[in-house]
C-alpha cells in the first residue's frame, strides 16, 4: 500500500514536474516571440525614422539645388547683359572706328595709290581682327549657355534617375572594353603579320647569301682544282720530257761513243723521232688536261649536291 501510494505521488510529481516545463516551455515562446516583435517594431521605426530623414536631406538637398539652379540662372542672366553691354560697347567702337577710317580714307583719297592700298590693307586686317575678336566672344558667350545647359541637363538627369545614368557609364565602359581588347587583338595580329613577313624574308635573305657563299667557295675549289690539275700535268709532261730528253742524251753519246751514226740520216732520223716525240708529248698533254678537267667537274658537282 505504501508502495502504491508512492508510485502515485511520484507519478503525480512527475507530472507536476512535466506541466511546469511545458509552461516554462510556453512562457520562453511567448517571450521570444515578445522580444521578436519588439525588435520588428523597433526595426521598423528606426527605418521608418531614417526613410523621414532620407526624405528631409533630399528635400534639403532639392531646395539647395533649387537656389543654386536659381543663383546660377541670375548670373548668367547678369553675364548675358555684360555680354550683351560689352558687344554693343565694341559695335560702337568698331562703327566708330570704322567710321574714322573712312573718314582718313576720303581724306586721304587724292594720296598715292601706294599709300591707300597700305591703308586699305591695314583696314582689312583690323577688321578681321575685330570681326575674329566677336566671334570669338560669342563662340565663348555660346559654350558657356552650352555648358549651363548641359550641367543642367546632367543634373535633372542625375535627380531623375541615377540608375539609369550608372547603366550607361557601365555600358559606355563595356563598350569601350570591347573596343579596346578589337584594337589589341587587331594590332597584334599585325604585329604578328609583319614579324613573320620579316622572318620571312630574312630566311631569304640568310638561304640567297648561303647559296651564294656555297656557289663562290665551289667555283673557287674548282679554279684552285684547275689550276692544281694544269700544274700538276705540266710537272708531270716536263718531268718525262726531260728523262726522255735525258734518255736520248744517254743514246747519243753512247752512239757516238761507239760509232753508230751516218751523218745526214742519222740527223734526219733523230728530227722524226724528235716530232713524233712532241707530237705524243702534245697528245698525252690534251689526254691528260681533259681527264684533270672532267674529274675537277665531277668533284665540284658532287660537292654541290
Do not use: P
Amino acid at each position: 500500500m505504501n508502495l502504491r501510494h508512492q508510485m502515485v505521488r511520484e507519478n503525480r510529481e512527475r507530472r507536476q514536474r512535466e506541466d511546469d516545463k511545458r509552461r516554462q516551455q510556453v512562457n520562453m515562446k511567448k517571450e521570444a516571440r515578445l522580444a521578436a516583435q519588439k525588435l520588428i517594431l523597433k526595426e521598423q521605426k528606426e527605418r521608418e525614422s531614417r526613410a523621414r530623414q532620407e526624405d528631409q536631406q533630399l528635400k534639403k538637398e532639392m531646395a539647395r539645388i533649387r537656389k543654386e539652379m536659381h543663383d546660377d540662372r541670375t548670373k548668367k542672366e547678369e553675364e548675358m547683359k555684360k555680354q550683351r553691354e560689352e558687344k554693343e560697347t565694341l559695335d560702337k567702337l568698331a562703327r566708330e572706328e570704322l567710321d574714322r577710317q573712312t573718314a582718313a580714307e576720303q581724306r586721304e583719297m587724292m594720296a598715292s595709290h601706294r599709300a591707300e592700298s597700305d591703308r586699305r590693307k591695314q583696314l582689312l586686317l583690323k577688321r578681321q581682327m575685330l570681326s575674329a575678336r566677336i566671334a570669338s566672344r560669342n563662340l565663348q558667350c555660346l559654350h558657356r549657355h552650352l555648358t549651363a545647359w548641359y550641367d543642367l541637363v546632367l543634373s535633372r538627369r542625375l535627380l531623375q534617375g541615377k540608375v539609369k545614368a550608372m547603366a550607361d557609364w557601365k555600358l559606355m565602359l563595356r563598350v569601350w572594353g570591347a573596343w579596346r581588347s578589337h584594337v589589341r587583338g587587331r594590332r597584334l595580329e599585325v604585329e604578328t603579320e609583319l614579324h613573320e613577313r620579316n622572318i620571312i624574308e630574312a630566311e631569304r635573305h640568310k638561304l640567297i647569301a648561303e647559296r651564294h657563299f656555297s656557289h663562290t667557295i665551289l667555283r673557287r675549289c674548282m679554279l684552285s682544282w684547275q689550276q692544281f690539275a694544269a700544274e700538276s700535268v705540266q710537272r708531270k709532261e716536263l718531268e718525262e720530257e726531260q728523262a726522255r730528253t735525258k734518255n736520248k742524251m744517254a743514246a747519243l753519246l753512247s752512239a757516238v761513243a761507239e760509232g753508230k751514226l751516218c751523218g745526214k740520216s742519222e740527223a734526219g732520223s733523230e728530227t722524226g723521232a724528235d716530232n713524233s716525240v712532241r707530237s705524243k708529248v702534245s697528245s698525252a698533254r690534251s689526254t691528260q688536261s681533259a681527264k684533270a678537267q672532267s674529274k675537277a667537274v665531277s668533284f665540284c658537282c658532287h660537292i654541290s649536291v
